[in-house]
């Protein structure tokens, strides 16, 4: 009987988190149920089982491939000899791991070091490059999942974007470590240093330089990554929550790695390589569930629902209409364009719907991103050039590409009916064949 109370308390308490008629209205209220939902959806993505398989999918492919991208990531900065300024951020990501960590980190700086990339030859650099591209092709694939993107980039974009982000990402990291040395060396900020309060901001400042820069790379990845258009400020506080709690997780597993004696005396010399596994898999599981949050603080909508949605084909043709038409109308009357976030609340339809349809329509050159912002949807061309059987392409084209490739041996009358054909039996189209 009790159990029975409990569980229909604990009913209760979702359908007002996910399904409250009314919310709060006033601040901190708002926020704070907000907050909740967006705990309980990262919670129930949790044990739903999903980001735990990609993060230790993850896990293994960083194994594979953390030399090789370490090894390309470096070789911008060794031609311009700065690369001893990466190492810093390397020794950081394993000293949770305790001494043994740095002596890891030091092992791995020396199979890169061992690494020529330019006297591999033309196979091992395809080798070396395909490693790296595919372990970043596993992360886009986890983030596509979060944000219910079923497409993923084309080969030629991974290659470019991923290839330009993995070496020149590395190379404006190490210009944002100099431009602050210069600024904290100046004459000007040395005298402000000598004044007070000043001196005790300029030091906090230069104390919390490292988390700034572990944040504003949570920030980038959640909004390079994905094959969707990520907001800034909700791809930030991702980024800040996830860069508190990496730094966290480090401490609460460096005391770990401090009390795991019995750990070495089971393991031996196999420890530090467990304690590695475990770490490497928070770390990922840390960087999934910041982009879950992003998710859902840019989709609030989607708290309530578990799975992604599926549109019928039909009902897919018709949200590009109707938002093609949400579109073209203030354009036609001389009005703003709308922003995104408007078109989804008219439509009351999930965001992740018209998110994807409107790629699918940005990505035919019918729709383009406007505005300050690049939230705001406009017409990519003349309204006069665009009619409605050009919006019905672009949101077929993936079904179409799917018919296409259906056997030969399939007669045509199956496909391609009108609703009045739907009561045929297959006998009937079966009898017709013959």
């Known amino acids: 009987m009790a159990s029975l109370q409990i569980q229909e308390r604990l009913a209760a308490a979702e359908k007002w988190i996910l399904a409250n008629p009314n919310p709060p209205q006033h601040w901190p209220w708002t926020w704070l149920y907000k907050t909740g939902r967006s705990l309980y959806a ?42 001893q300024k990466m190492e810093p951020f390397l020794y950081q990501f394993f000293q949770p791991l305790g001494p043994q960590g740095i002596d890891m980190a030091e092992r791995i700086l020396g199979f890169v070091d061992n690494m020529k990339v330019g006297v591999l030859g033309s196979v091992g650099l395809a080798v070396l490059v395909y ?60 005298t402000l240093i000598e004044i007070e309060p000043f001196g005790s901001v300029i030091l906090l400042i230069s104390r919390f330089t490292p988390f700034f820069l572990v944040v504003g790379a949570f920030t980038f ?28 997780a480090g401490m609460l597993f460096a005391s770990f790695v401090a009390g795991s004696a019995k750990y070495a005396a089971i393991y031996s010399s196999f420890a530090i390589g467990i304690i590695m596994l475990i770490w490497i898999y928070l770390n990922w599981m840390i960087l999934l569930l910041g982009a879950s949050l ?19 084909p039909e009902l897919q043709e018709q949200v590009a209409l109707a938002l093609m038409w949400m579109v ?71 079904e179409d590409n799917v018919v296409a490739r259906l056997p030969a041996l399939l007669p045509k009358s199956l496909f ?15 009898a017709g064949e013959d």
């Open 221 to 248: 990845v959640y909004v390079f990554i994905p094959n969707t258009r990520v907001k800034l400020r909700y791809a930030f506080l991702a980024g800040l929550i996830a860069g508190v709690s990496w730094q966290g």
């Open 42 to 83: 990262l919670i129930r993505d949790f044990i739903g089982g999903q980001l735990t398989l990609h993060a230790m999918s993850l896990v293994y492919t960083t194994l594979l491939s953390i030399v090789p991208l370490l090894a390309l990531s470096f070789s911008v900065l060794k031609a311009l000899g700065v690369h």
């Open 328 to 398: 073209a109308k203030p354009f036609h009357e001389g009005r703003p364009a709308p922003r995104q976030e408007a078109v989804e609340h008219e439509l009351r339809v999930p965001g992740e719907v018209t998110r994807n349809v409107s790629d699918k329509l940005i990505r035919a050159k019918l729709l383009t991103l406007a505005g300050s912002q690049g939230d705001c949807l406009h017409p990519a061309r003349s309204l006069e050039r665009i009619s409605v059987g050009d919006v019905l392409k672009a949101v077929r084209n993936d």
């Open 131 to 190: 490693t790296v591209v595919s372990l970043v092709q596993k992360i886009e694939r986890s983030f596509n999942m979060i944000w219910r993107v079923p497409e993923m980039r084309s080969l030629a974009q991974r290659f470019s974007n991923y290839l330009s982000v993995i070496m020149v990402g590395p190379l404006l990291m190490v210009s944002a470590i100099g431009i602050s040395a210069t600024i904290f060396s100046s004459s000007f900020v040395q």
């Open 294 to 312: 992003s998710f859902y603080l840019q989709n609030p909508g989607s708290v309530a629902k578990r799975h992604q949605v599926q549109l019928a």
């Open 416 to 430: 391609g009916r009108s609703t009045k054909g739907d009561e045929l039996t297959f006998a009937e189209l079966l």
